[in-house]
């Protein structure tokens, strides 16, 4: 039972590149999220989606995209990276009981450092 | 506007003191959840503790205590005769669909 998977786990980008960062649960939870973790600013909410075919905007959307094609993936794009999304990324999932907010399982993070 | 606030940066105590970690909360909603999060030097994040908005009662498991008063806005977290092992961040999380962080409190634990 792997959990929630985080693929690259490291990656260097040159200012201008795209890439894309995969998260992959085996949990077959209905909620994904991804974040950011910056120095001294916690955790912040990028984007999020509550179903297959469903995404929406957190609290720092702008410069990234979201696609949830498959229930069990939830992917991160950069079309243009640039230095100030330099960051550790952390995906997460839960499941959309209504009324009782489970709590979320994280995967192990991605540092992306950008050139 | 959901906000999570917690003003202590970073904390320093010798092992076997207690110790509490504050968390201040904004939210309009009537119905919504507080959540502590531990990451360790490793870096992943280990839940400690869900509380949802009706319940008020203080909880407690092991040497870990939370506090929660509504009329505060507070759902704090005290660590009673601290380990080395407690060294980490820990962040106090806000939720409706999604979740709003607080920025996180270093702890450390000396020997």
């Known amino acids: 039972n792997a959990g929630v998977t985080q693929t690259p786990k490291f990656r260097v980008l040159k200012t201008g590149q795209s890439m894309t960062l995969l998260c992959a649960q085996d949990?077959?939870?209905?909620?994904m999220y991804w974040y950011r973790q910056d120095p001294g600013m916690g955790l912040r909410l990028i984007h999020y989606?509550?179903?297959?075919?469903?995404?929406a905007k957190g609290e720092v959307p702008d410069g990234y995209n979201v696609s949830r094609l498959k229930k069990q993936n939830f992917l991160l794009g950069l079309e243009s990276a640039a230095p100030s999304q330099t960051s550790v990324y952390f995906c997460a999932s839960r499941f959309a009981d209504r009324g009782s907010n489970q709590p979320q399982h994280f995967g192990d993070g991605t540092r992306l450092s950008i050139l | 506007a959901q906000k999570v606030t917690q003003a202590q940066t970073e904390i320093s105590v010798v092992e076997k003191e207690d110790v509490t970690l504050d968390c201040v909360y904004e939210t309009r909603d009537t119905t919504y959840y507080l959540f502590w999060y531990k990451q360790p030097p490793s870096g992943e994040l280990v839940f400690l503790i869900r509380?949802?908005?009706?319940?008020?009662q203080n909880e407690i498991s092991g040497r870990y205590s939370w506090n929660f008063q509504k009329s505060t806005s507070s759902f704090n977290f005290t660590i009673t005769a601290s380990q080395v092992v407690d060294s980490a961040v820990y962040f106090c999380a806000l939720s409706l669909n999604d979740m709003r962080f607080g920025a996180g409190t270093r702890l450390t634990v000396k020997p």
């Open positions: 989606s509550v179903g297959e075919g469903t995404t």
């Open positions: 509380r949802n908005s009706f319940d008020e």
């Open positions: 949990m077959n939870h209905e909620y």
